[in-house]
């Protein structure tokens, strides 16, 4: 099993992200975010000293999460998005030695009520940004998110099957399913993504007083050790990234990876 954890959940500072996590035992990270700021807007200095604490503590990049399409369908950011900040995330995922980028299913209109359908474009940027991901040599992972058109496993696994591309796999994210309105993310929503599931968003969550509550992995609503049973059962190789979503961001980060370790022993 491939550990790995986002790295601002732990700290902002990459240094202080890889010095914790490799005290933890772990050896991969996803990098979203750095000295406030998301990739890939990073400056030439930052990526040099991100590559010298990379190889200084010997980790290695599992994905990389710039926030691509997590925008409104609005044609001037979709072009934003297709022509500037995509080719970026290629150019800096290259050079960090990953081939895994998240992006997301575009943000629904505040007032969308449509629990099943999604419009024809979401699959039209997605069918061009997995186009060039293929010439880039990167996979992309749609991220189900409760804001977005990809939003339950049910939907997200309808659009990546719709765009066709082996370029565009899944990062399921039970617990945003579960926030998206899934009211049973395992088995029923992993039962839709499971032969598209290339990585894995962990964190969990309890509904409180009409709304959610972050937990410690294990103590929430998801039911964890049955999902990490099934991927197992599912030769599932990707990794198992560990996004904590609460604070004091390092005490949770620690418990989280001791919870996630636990269960996948027990």
């Known amino acids: 099993m491939k550990i790995s954890i986002v790295t601002d959940e732990i700290s902002n500072d990459v240094d202080t992200a890889f010095e914790l996590g490799k005290d933890w035992g772990i050896e991969h990270f996803e990098l979203r975010g750095m000295n406030g700021k998301r990739v890939p807007d990073l400056s030439e200095a930052e990526i040099g ?3 010298d604490r990379k190889e200084y503590y010997g980790v290695e990049i599992a994905a990389l999460s710039p ?29 960090l030695g990953t081939k895994l980028i998240l992006v997301f299913g575009i943000i629904k209109p505040t007032e969308n009520e449509d629990v099943e359908g999604y ?14 991901a293929s010439e880039a040599g990167i996979t992309l992972l749609l991220e189900n998110e409760h804001i977005c058109w990809a939003d339950t496993g049910a939907r997200t696994a309808r659009i990546v099957r719709e765009v066709g591309s082996d370029h565009l796999r899944v990062n399921w994210d039970p617990c945003n399913a579960y926030v998206a309105g899934e009211q049973k993310p395992f ?11 290339k990585h894995l968003h962990i964190k969990d ?7 959610f509550e972050q937990a410690i992995v294990g103590e929430g609503d998801l039911l964890w050790k049955e999902q990490l049973r099934a991927l197992q059962r599912d030769s599932f190789d990707g990794f198992y990234t560990i996004e904590t979503h609460f ?10 990876v001791q919870a996630l370790r636990k269960m996948m022993s027990g």
Do not use: W
Request: proline content about 7%; hydrophobic content about 35%; charged content about 30%.
């Open 49 to 51: 000293y991100l590559l």
């Open 67 to 95: 926030g691509l399409f997590k925008i409104p369908l609005e044609q001037h950011l979709i072009r934003l998005h297709m022509e500037e900040r995509l080719p970026k995330s290629f150019r800096l995922a290259e050079r």
């Open 247 to 256: 604070g004091p961001r390092v005490k949770r980060s620690r418990q989280c």
């Open 119 to 132: 419009p024809a474009q979401v699959v039209e940027v997605l069918s061009e940004a997995a186009g060039k």
């Open 187 to 197: 088995p029923n929503g992993y039962e839709c993504v499971r032969d598209l599931v």
């Open 205 to 211: 969550t309890r509904k409180r007083d009409g709304g």
